[in-house]
């Protein structure tokens, strides 16, 4: 796969999976640094003419660097529901396929500390290009469950102990009434066309961000984020009080 932009590039090669770097034009100060950083690790370092690098990164905000690397091995429901120090923490995408939002989400979940992502396998996007730059590198240290049918999963989850919180504009309950010290998978639909019945049914709960000007929802990425940080203030106020 291959990703591009600084900030994904240098998460790259710091976390030991990038096997090669693609250079446009080493010399902005900050490619300097991540190609130097790079050679420390041991990582090929190639420039390429414009042309040839247009062939590898043919869009996209590439800032004139790129890395291959293998894709990351997809995590299990298991393994994101065992171990760590606090209760799991996921965020569900049902339907979300947009790569700038999933690398949104992913940059969240890593900034929460989160246990991870759980993803449907079809129409999912590509975790290279858009959203790992999205991402701004966290695509490196955030571990993705990818299943068949996400109604399933939820279900999947429960058997494991997990809660699942699923957002939704018309739930009566609000998202900072629902206790995210459990543990917890906050279920996130597409922009438009939010959860699917099925997966509705499926969660525990529906809690909704209350919207106070004329729109009636907020970017996806954004919901995610709030609810992430939400269960961070709960289980941080826990913590407290112990």
Known sequence: ?????????????????????????????????????????????????????????????????????????????????????????????????????????LRSVHAAGASGIVRQSRRAAPLDGA??????????????????????????????GVWTVGLDAEAKLQYDEVDLTLPTAIVVGAEGSGLRRLVRERCDQLAAIPMRGRLGSLNVSVAAAILLFEAVRQRNRGRSRA
């Open 131 to 160: 959203a790992a730059k999205a991402s701004a590198g966290a695509v490196h240290h955030v571990s993705v469950a990818e299943v068949v049918n996400i109604a399933r999963a939820l279900e999947d989850l429960k058997a494991l």
């Open 1 to 105: 796969m291959i990703i591009y932009g600084i900030n994904p590039v240098l998460e790259a090669v710091r976390s030991g999976r990038a096997q090669e770097l693609l250079v446009l034009d080493a010399r902005g100060e900050r490619v300097r640094g991540v190609v130097a950083e790079a050679r420390a690790a041991g990582v090929a370092v190639r420039v390429l003419a414009p042309d040839a690098f247009r062939r590898v990164v043919p869009s996209g905000v590439h800032q004139g660097i790129a890395a291959r690397m293998p894709a990351a091995p997809p995590a299990t429901l298991e393994a994101l529901t065992s171990g760590g120090d606090s209760a799991p923490l996921l965020v569900v995408l049902d339907g979300v396929e947009d790569p700038h939002n999933v690398g949104a989400i």
